[in-house]
């Protein structure tokens, strides 16, 4: 009788245990969690005169110089594109490029929003938020930060101009003007809720009214070609009685806007004999 010996291949058996692991890795694979994306943001828009990111260019390239009104709000609207569920947004707005002068104060501005329509895929963000009407103006900058649930996150950011409702600019008058005579003054207008009026207000402290003179104060409104203009030239010629006294005059120019805003330019004339 034989006997038959029955020697294990170490070798095959390797082989087959390898193929083995390889198969249930590639199926591990298939059935794990896959790695997703960050969130994708497009069409960012904040402010005024701007329209969102032009598609050949870089995600903070600004289309048109943004810009807001202190005292209103600025508006922040972007698409956002996200594999995984949003979990927060966060809005920060900040300066470095201006400082606080007289009533004004420093302004910062940081929100997370959570709120239930932006905790999802492929949330719109839309939101107001209002301007404090005694910071300074000037540029600030805006940040915009999305995180998904597995925290990932991207940022765009951008920077947006904060001007005043009512600005005065190019202003021209003469320094000097005698008695008897007129003088010229002009300067643009600009005021975003249209003009209402403009006001002078001219007088003299300290001027004493000699023989035949008399104290002159002067006050008047301007309304024909001004009003309801959310941009004109004022150019106005104002005549100076010969019995004024001579001296040095406080010269008031007060423009109000529709919504009763208004915005003073104080200067100086000499009235001379």
């Given at each position: ?40 943001i ?24 943004a ?53 999802v ?60 005579e ?16 403009i ?75």
């Amino acid at each position: 009788m034989k006997t038959i010996s029955m020697k294990p291949n170490f070798k095959f058996l390797a082989i087959v245990a390898s193929i083995g692991l390889f198969l249930q890795s590639c199926s591990s694979d298939d059935d794990g969690d896959v790695e997703l994306s960050a969130p994708v943001i497009t069409a960012f828009e904040y402010g005024e005169g701007h329209h969102g990111e032009d598609e050949d260019e870089d995600h903070d390239h600004e289309s048109e110089e943004a810009y807001t009104y202190r005292g209103s709000d600025i508006h922040l609207e972007a698409e956002i594109t996200a594999e995984a569920t949003v979990s927060s947004i966060t809005v920060s707005i900040h300066s470095d490029e201006v400082t606080a002068t007289g009533d004004e104060v420093d302004w910062e501005f940081e929100q997370v929003y959570t709120d239930a329509d932006y905790l999802v895929i492929n949330p719109t963000f839309h939101e107001h938020i209002d301007i404090p009407a005694n910071i300074p103006v000037g540029e600030y900058h805006i940040e915009f930060l999305v995180t998904d649930s597995l925290g990932n996150s991207t940022e765009v950011e951008g920077h947006v101009e904060i001007i005043d409702t009512i600005t005065i600019s190019g202003f021209e008058m003469d320094e000097t003007v005698a008695r008897g005579e007129d003088f010229h003054v002009e300067f643009m207008i600009e005021a975003a809720h249209g003009i209402h009026n403009i006001t002078i207000d001219i007088h003299a402290d300290g001027v004493t009214p000699g023989e035949e003179e008399v104290e002159w104060d002067y006050e008047a409104e301007f309304l024909d070609g001004y009003h309801e203009e959310t941009e004109a030239e004022f150019h106005e010629h104002i005549d100076v009685p010969a019995t004024a006294p001579a001296g040095e005059y406080h010269i008031i120019f007060t423009v109000e806007d529709e919504d009763g805003d208004t915005l003073e330019y104080e200067t100086h004339i000499d009235v001379t004999a």
